[in-house]
């Protein structure tokens, strides 16, 4: 660099100085500082700013830069090189000075003569061994580290065949003047679910660890000269490589992915045939849904789908057209609330669900993490209920969920109709009044109810207004766990409100039951009844065992309007006027 420096008084002081300096990438500046010396140390007194950007290749561009003064107090104070033996008194001798400075606007001081000159220099690329691929990372393919970002699988992803163990050479380079850290990671592809289409399900055990705690190679910046590496030695099987920036978050949790073009090398140099690598997809890409919620206090009801509160949960209502694999991935932006997601089959489509009788697949187990997900092979046609959850009651959150499929006319929407009227009757069971199934003569001790379906505004006689009806129990103080429970439910005369007799409960008489008796919080049964009429039931909950304490309630879900009421003595009900 030559310099000449022009002074106010128009004397200049000439000097030559040469400077090499590499710029790996563009926009780039160039910052020139000024200094002056003093008794106490050279003081930043001045400052240009040249931009690089435009300059011409290989020619040199000599032109006057003026100098100003630094704009900020505080810049002032970053180019001063004070001697050993001053610190103390330039600190008070500064402050004084500088507070009269503080506010006063920067002006011109003097302008500096510049010759400069851009030669591009190509940095060679060391030639990669065995199968090298290309890819790269864009807008919709960038989503930082897998460990930590909810859309790790919208990361370029490559499938690695090893046809026989060995040990392979993995190695990923980016251009010289990229900016952000990468490595990739290496993951066990189950080949038999997603058949050449990339992960969407990924678990802490998929994971090829290098040794016992690294999950992946260094990060760094990976230019040509020096590229992240890795010596594997893998048995016969199909992995998936899933090359990635070091950042935390990406995508829609982050304003500025990392873009660039890559390269992926493998290598086994003793049996170079035993491997293959190539692009994922190889087959038709998934066809992909995704839907937006949140949990509040109210819509948060827990994981355990043994427990009542999981009807609370969010409910989402997927229709499958053609047998199909299904892959469902739930994320949020944080680590801070351990979540999962489960899916049941549903046999009323048109609201949400309040029992299960067929769980398809959920998350082995609910976690911290900023997504989880589950995979079903082969569903079957049909309409299916998605619920996300946390694993305990009444979390806030925001949370997103991905379903793949190969069904292109799969739908998922979110459920929110409710059945219109709901009815409930608690009650307990005692040493008096806990006869057991009905296979026991003190079967007719047990508590019953006088259930009343109402169904004079339906549409016709012909209509079948549905029923849903359940039965719960708390937990006993005097039972350790829970009891094996169910229910039947048996014509009733109607504007009866006495006790059934044992007559009364014979199959002609029996109009619905639960399949079977169940050690379950709850237990559920389904009925219909005929419109235009008022219908009377019995309904008589009980435990398997005669004698076991417990407290339980029934539930009642109907489209029309429904009733409990508790069955009486004879004498009593004789009294009561219809």
Not at 5 to 32: H, I
Not at 362 to 370: D, I, N, V
Not at 553 to 563: I, Q
Request: glycine share 6%; hydrophobic share 35%.
């Amino acid at each position: 660099m030559q310099a000449t420096s022009k002074k106010k008084n128009d004397q200049n002081t000439q000097f030559t100085e040469t400077f090499n300096f590499a710029v790996n990438r563009e926009p780039c500046t160039l910052t020139v500082n000024t200094f002056k010396k003093g008794l106490l140390g050279e003081r930043l007194n001045g400052i240009t700013i040249i931009s690089l950007s435009d300059l011409p290749k290989d020619k040199s561009v000599t032109s006057w830069y003026t100098i100003t003064k630094p704009r900020k107090s505080n810049e002032t104070t970053q180019g001063i090189v004070p001697t050993t033996t001053a610190i103390h008194k330039e600190d008070s001798f500064r402050k004084d000075k500088e507070k009269k400075k503080a506010n006063q606007k920067a002006g011109k001081i003097g302008q500096i003569r510049l010759e400069l000159l851009f030669q591009p220099v190509v940095i060679p690329e060391a030639p990669m061994k065995g199968i090298t691929v290309e890819g790269e990372w864009t807008e919709e393919l960038s989503m930082g580290n897998i460990s930590s970002n909810p859309l790790w699988f919208k990361n370029p992803q490559f499938l690695l065949t090893v046809s026989k163990s060995c040990t392979v050479e993995l190695e990923l380079q980016q251009p010289a003047n990229a900016e952000e850290p990468i490595s990739f990671y290496v993951l066990n592809y189950d080949n038999d679910f997603f058949k050449g289409k990339p992960m969407t399900v990924m678990k802490l055990d998929n994971v090829v660890k290098l040794d016992d705690s690294a999950l992946c190679p260094l990060f760094k910046l990976a230019g040509p000269t020096e590229p992240v590496t890795a010596k594997l030695s893998l048995k016969q099987g199909t992995y998936c490589i899933i090359p990635c920036s070091r950042a935390k978050a990406a995508g829609e949790f982050a304003e500025k992915p990392h873009l660039g073009r890559f390269k992926l090398g493998a290598n086994c140099e003793e049996h170079p045939k035993r491997i293959a690598l190539v692009r994922l997809p190889t087959a038709d890409p998934w066809c992909e849904l995704h839907i937006q919620g949140e949990w509040t206090e109210e819509t948060s009801g827990g994981a355990d789908i043994k427990e009542s509160n999981w009807t609370k949960n969010p409910q989402y209502l997927l229709t499958v057209n053609k047998k199909t694999d299904l892959s469902i991935t739930l994320h949020q932006d944080s680590f801070q609330t351990s979540i999962g997601v489960y899916v049941i089959k549903t046999e009323e489509p048109d609201r949400k669900a309040v029992w299960y009788k067929d769980e398809i697949a959920t998350t082995a187990q609910c976690g911290f993490a900023c997504s989880v997900g589950l995979v079903c092979p082969r569903v079957k046609p049909g309409t299916y209920i998605v619920i996300p959850c946390t694993f305990e009651g009444k979390q806030k959150g925001k949370f997103g969920m991905y379903v793949f499929s190969d069904d292109k006319k799969a739908t998922i929407e979110p459920l929110t109709t409710t059945w219109a009227h709901q009815k409930t009757a608690k009650g307990k069971w005692r040493s008096s009044s806990s006869g057991g199934c009905v296979q026991n003569e003190t079967f007719i001790k047990n508590p019953q109810y006088v259930l009343i379906v109402d169904t004079t505004e339906a549409a016709s006689e012909e209509a079948q207004c549905k029923l849903l009806l359940q039965l719960t129990q708390y937990e006993s103080k005097h039972a350790e766990g829970l009891t094996s429970i169910g229910f039947m439910v048996f014509k009733r005369e109607e504007g009866f409100k006495g006790r059934a007799k044992q007559e009364d409960f014979s199959k002609d008489n029996l109009i619905c039951q639960v399949e079977g008796y169940s050690q379950l919080r709850s237990v559920y049964a389904r009925m219909t009844c005929p419109g235009k009429k008022t219908c009377w039931f019995t309904l008589i909950p009980s435990t398997f065992e005669p004698g076991v304490r417990a407290s339980f309630r029934t539930t009642a879900y109907s489209d029309m309007p429904v009733r409990f009421e508790t069955a009486v003595a004879d004498e009593v009900a004789a009294s009561i006027p219809e």
